[in-house]
């Protein structure tokens, strides 16, 4: 088992910033790859960034360049940090543990982006 904890969602000004943070425990030690995901109101749940195992990253398109994907290996912990945000980034954002034959997903923290 695997759990994930988000933490740093909230409300931002377009153009402002915002980190979002997971802190992974459990059986964490075969964890291929971690990331983000976000999901708006109407519309399918959409991969926003990742990184591997072996530190590779990648964006959907949309975040790139304003987005920013890293991890903390020794606090197990991946961080999104968010600049130039924009309205269209309001949803709620989930981390994401993927395994070999299964994924874990957090809780979700709503992130807003509204003047």
């Known amino acids: 088992q695997v759990q994930l904890v988000e933490s740093g969602g909230g409300l931002a000004q377009p153009g402002g910033s915002l980190r979002l943070s997971c802190a992974a425990s459990?059986?964490?030690?075969?964890?291929?790859?971690m990331g983000w995901y976000r999901q708006a109101p109407g519309k399918q749940r959409e991969m926003v960034a990742s990184?591997?195992?072996?530190?590779?990253?990648s964006y959907v398109d949309s975040v790139k360049g304003r987005f920013t994907i890293t991890r903390d290996i020794a606090k197990n912990t991946v961080y999104l940090q968010m600049n130039s945000l924009k309205p269209e980034d309001t949803a709620v954002y989930y981390c994401?543990?993927?395994?070999?034959?299964?994924?874990?997903w957090g809780q979700g923290t709503q992130v807003t982006v509204s003047s």
């Open positions: 994401n543990a993927k395994f070999v034959f299964v994924d874990y």
């Open positions: 459990g059986s964490i030690f075969s964890i291929n790859a």
């Open positions: 990184i591997t195992s072996g530190g590779s990253t």
